[in-house]
């Protein structure tokens, strides 16, 4: 998919596909809120998801996944991967890539905002 002259990818993927998507990519969102935040964040959506108000389920997922397991998993993903993908783009940004780092709600919705004018 990468070969491809443009491209977009949303989300980590297999963690040994990072490097070269990094690699080959123009420019770089980073969403790096903290850990607590994406807790935050999950938890809501799992109870508007278990209350049946939830309009786009993530990944296009038709069942729920266990809270305890979507937890587990995001405290792996920040303590296994995010350090790695975080040096990573910093290198490329020293590279000359655009890398825009997103470390909170307000900084992202500021982000759509500015896409949505676009």
Same mark, same amino acid.
């Given at each position: ?21 990094? $690699?080959?990519?123009? =420019?770089?969102?980073?969403? $790096? %809120? ?6 935050? /964040? !999950?938890?809501?959506? =799992?109870?508007?998801? =278990? !209350?049946? *108000?939830?309009?786009? &389920? ?8 266990? &809270?305890? $397991? /979507?937890?587990? &998993? ?15 783009? !910093? ?5 000359? *890539? %655009? /890398? &825009?780092?997103?470390? +909170?709600? $307000? ?9 949505? *004018? +676009?």
């Amino acid at each position: 998919m990468i070969s491809g002259e443009n491209w977009v990818i949303d989300g980590l993927g297999h963690r040994n596909s990072i490097p070269a998507r990094i $690699d080959r990519a123009t =420019q770089i969102i980073l969403i $790096d %809120m903290p850990l607590w935040m994406h807790f935050w /964040l !999950a938890a809501e959506r =799992q109870i508007a998801w =278990q !209350a049946g *108000k939830l309009a786009h &389920t993530p990944g296009g997922l038709s069942a729920m996944p266990p &809270t305890r $397991d /979507l937890f587990r &998993t995001m405290w792996e993903i920040e303590q296994q991967w995010m350090p790695g993908i975080r040096r990573l783009c !910093a290198e490329a940004h020293d590279a000359g *890539k %655009m /890398l &825009t780092q997103i470390s +909170s709600v $307000d900084e992202l919705n500021a982000f759509a905002e500015d896409l949505g *004018k +676009s």
